[in-house]
């Protein structure tokens, strides 16, 4: 049991370039999200996910896709990187959208862009 | 909306005293409180959650939280700090409201314990 699994750890990218950062989960979580950690500022939310199929945008979703064709995959594309989104990100999911579950984190992407 | 707070961006504390770390919170519906722990270079791992009921929340490592209704609060609390619990902790809400899907986290509390 893996839990929830971020890949790359690390990246660096130019300005301009797309990524996608991955997310798998392996618990059967019906509710996924990606936040970006930035100093001072704690986690912010990008985008979440209630269920296969569907997504919503959080506090900061400008700059981001997502997708989410099975339960166990929640991947995020910048479709333009830009140094503004140099940041530490991380998925995390929980058991269903109930408002009394906790979330489980993956060990986060470290993405620069130069 | 919902909005928490983290009024202290750093605690310090000695070894074998009590810990205070504190949060509060705003939310339309009932709140759904979270504590959340960093070490670096790691994900949060979760700490505790206040749902309904006792006031005073008891969670992992020894750590437990106080519900205040009243002062829309939920300070994180210890009775003898380890210098293995210096860490970033994270308060998290959630609003029970019919709908509402997004936990909002505050801006993080860096606990420093001092041998």
């Known amino acids: 049991n893996a839990g929830v699994t971020q890949t790359p750890k690390f990246q660096v990218l130019k300005t301009g370039q797309s990524m996608t950062l991955q997310c798998a989960q392996d618990?059967?979580?019906?509710?996924m999200s990606w936040y970006r950690q930035d100093p001072g500022m704690g986690l912010r939310l990008i985008h979440y996910?209630?269920?296969?199929?569907?997504?919503d945008q959080g506090e900061v979703p400008n700059g981001y896709n997502v997708s989410r064709s099975t339960t166990e995959d929640f991947p995020l594309r910048l479709l333009s990187a830009a140094p503004s989104q140099t940041s530490v990100y991380f998925c995390?999911?929980?058991?269903?959208?109930?408002?009394?579950?906790?979330?489980?984190f993956g060990d986060g992407t470290r993405l620069s862009i130069l | 909306a919902q909005s928490v707070a983290q009024p202290e961006d750093q605690v310090n504390v000695a070894e074998g005293n009590p810990l205070t770390v504190k949060c509060t919170y705003s939310?339309?519906?009932?709140?759904?409180l979270f504590w959340y722990v960093q070490y670096p270079n790691r994900g949060l791992q979760f700490l505790l959650k206040?749902?309904?009921?006792?006031?005073l929340v008891k969670g992992s490592y020894g750590f437990e939280a106080e519900f205040n209704k009243s002062q829309t609060s939920f300070h994180l609390k210890k009775p003898s700090a380890l210098v293995s619990d210096s860490a970033l902790y994270f308060c998290?809400?959630?609003?029970?409201?019919?709908?509402?899907?997004?936990?909002?986290f505050g801006t993080g509390t860096r606990l420093k314990v001092l041998a």
């Open positions: 995390a999911s929980s058991y269903s959208d109930s408002p009394n579950q906790p979330q489980h």
């Open positions: 618990m059967n979580h019906e509710y």
């Open positions: 996910s209630v269920g296969a199929g569907i997504t």
């Open positions: 939310v339309s519906g009932n709140p759904y």
């Open positions: 206040y749902i309904t009921g006792d006031n």
């Open positions: 998290a809400v959630r609003d029970g409201e019919r709908g509402t899907y997004k936990y909002i």
